[in-house]
């Protein structure tokens, strides 16, 4: 069954050059709602309360690790602030230009998709709590195209990896168990091939040479050296290899399972991923190149993330997976 969801593909959106030919009097006369405005993209905008619903919800999302309050140690270089921050602005120049593509390919919501936008919108924005209210000063109106706008975005991707073939062999995705030795130079490959043959056990071998990181290993296609793939993946449960040299030194492997069923399952749904990202990013890279796009620095750049526990709303995309399904 194919999955539809979309990997992270989208870069930070480009500042908002000044306008050197504008003078004070000009300034005075710039519309009021373009200062609220964060983030334009062609005639569609988010603005501040919009972008700070992704903002909340992020800034909650990554805030805690095991239970960990990273705002409080991890936040002393304000490395945590401007992480969320930019993956606000990322994730909502994403959506824009997905739906900007949408568009232009005459794909919309239907009534049914829409009429599960507004209940996810009604849930979400009555489980928010006063003080998160006065933080972000949106109403429900802005929930619900935060809402709308991620479903055709989502419909978009969906439209565009719907001929992907999902079908993926256990050849290609065949993952392997095995354990690895690795040496610099051929004269401790000798020893160690000369060790190996004369019934040394290749777990203790490996622990007195090996030189790389590890000694077990799992392993898929494309992941090692082409030629210690080639003769890893020939080998049987409990067979090892002669040495291998690559420009990376010397390789012997020992195979422990050379078809981990489980793993190799997981692997068919990465592989298929790839291909839909690969698809998607086709399209959607070429098409966000024609498009506009513009950052209304100043208005983020004034935005505090705040962090309390009044402030804590982290359910913006549980409720909307509640009501409408997947995600990007």
């Not at 989502?154 to 073939?165: F, M, R």
């Not at 399972?257 to 998607?280: S, Y």
Request: glycine residues 6%; proline residues 1%; aromatic residues 10%.
């Amino acid at each position: 069954m194919k999955r539809k969801r979309c990997a992270a593909l989208c870069c930070l959106v480009a500042m908002l050059a000044a306008n050197a030919g504008c003078s004070k009097t000009d300034a005075i006369h710039v519309p009021q709602i373009a200062a609220k405005q964060v983030l334009k993209v062609d005639n569609e905008a988010y603005t501040l309360p919009q972008a700070k619903v992704y903002l909340l919800n992020y800034q909650n999302l990554y805030g805690s690790v095991a239970g960990a309050d990273l705002w409080q140690y991890g936040n002393q270089d304000g490395s945590l602030e401007a992480y969320v921050k930019n993956l606000t602005i990322s994730q909502m120049t994403k959506i824009l230009s997905m739906d900007s593509l949408a568009k232009s390919r005459g794909i919309v919501l239907e009534e049914a998709e829409l009429a599960n936008t507004y209940k996810a919108a009604k849930e979400y924005f009555a489980s928010l709590n006063e003080q998160e209210l006065e933080y972000l000063q949106a109403d429900e109106t802005d929930i619900q195209k935060l809402y709308e706008d991620y479903a055709l975005a989502q419909k978009l991707y969906i439209s565009l990896t719907a001929d992907i073939n999902s079908e993926v062999s256990d050849d290609e995705a065949r993952i392997m168990n095995a354990m690895q030795i690795v040496v610099a130079d051929s004269k401790t490959a000798k020893e160690v091939k000369k060790a190996l043959a004369g019934g040394g056990d290749f777990a203790t071998l490996a622990n007195s040479y090996n030189e790389a990181d590890e000694v077990t290993i799992q392993f898929g296609r494309g992941e090692l050296p082409e030629k210690v793939e080639k003769a890893a993946f020939a080998l049987g449960n409990g067979e090892t290899t002669d040495y291998i040299k690559t420009k990376n030194g010397y390789y012997f492997i020992y195979c422990v399972n050379k078809f981990n069923e489980e793993l190799t399952d997981a692997n068919k749904l990465k592989i298929v991923k790839k291909r839909e990202k690969a698809a998607f990013g086709d399209v959607y890279d070429a098409y966000i190149k024609t498009i506009s796009k513009k950052m209304y620095q100043k208005v983020w750049d004034d935005v505090v993330v705040e962090h309390s526990e009044g402030i804590a709303s982290d359910r913006f995309f549980e409720v909307y997976q509640m009501y409408c399904g997947g995600s990007l």
